[in-house]
């Protein structure tokens, strides 16, 4: 099933036949494929023409660094003169993974809608990832697509200017849908980008998550150690796909992020 957040209300669409939801807090229930799977099974077809918007309501957003080797290989290179090349690979090996506060929900873009990068950087990319929509309880109850808007240049003069480089408006975006299933993800699901430039492709790669390092469920717990969530919580489970380092992000950039069984995600470089 993909539940779509519009500006009216949740829509289902469960093998191509939508239905209205006007559960308020929908996203945050930790019986949300029981509840959703019950409901579309007597709920009338309801087409809707309403805008999508993300598919975030009151959770924060969080996010997994170092999950990828390619990841871990490119914070290494970018943070070489700040010292930072052992860390990085301490961190990819280590048995704590590297978890840190992304977004709230009013930072956070939808489909169709621009994401921005820093006035006070130079080098700046996309991070496509998949997304886990997380219960209250830490069950994962969803997957939808994400982009971890990053300042390289930022993240690279100093790790702890981390925040600065991950962390502003409209530094994330997530959506269009949220695969709402009980199975896991296969691990050859593969995550795609595309970056065009005045109706041109200047980047384009895959990934499948079989090449992610942690399970997200391993993520998932150590974010749920000591630390409550009582709307629930995004997941950014970090990337494998990093572009050349001598590409940066311009405006009027298009990003689009496909990943199997969701769909893709676009925005537009502010």
Known sequence: MLLYRTDTRWLLDVDGRPVAVTEPSLSTRDDLYDYLAEFARTAPAAPETARILAPIESQEVWAAGVTYYRSRTARMAESEAAGGTSFYDRVYHAERPELFFKATPHRVAGPGEHVRIRRDSKWNVPEPELALLISPRGGITGYTIGNDMSSRDIEGENPLYLPQAKVYDRSCALGPAILVTRDPL?????????????????????????????????????????????????????????????????????????????????????
């Open 186 to 270: 296969p691990p050859a699901t593969n995550i795609r980008i595309d970056i065009l430039r005045a109706g041109a492709s200047v980047f384009q790669d895959s990934t499948t998550l079989e090449k992610m390092k942690r399970r997200p469920e391993e993520l998932v717990e150590y974010l749920y150690r000591e630390n409550s969530f009582p709307h629930g919580c995004f997941l950014l489970t970090g990337t494998g796909i990093v572009p050349p380092d001598g590409f940066t992000l311009a405006s009027g950039d298009e990003i689009a992020i496909s990943i199997d069984g969701i769909g893709t995600l676009r925005n537009t470089v502010a």
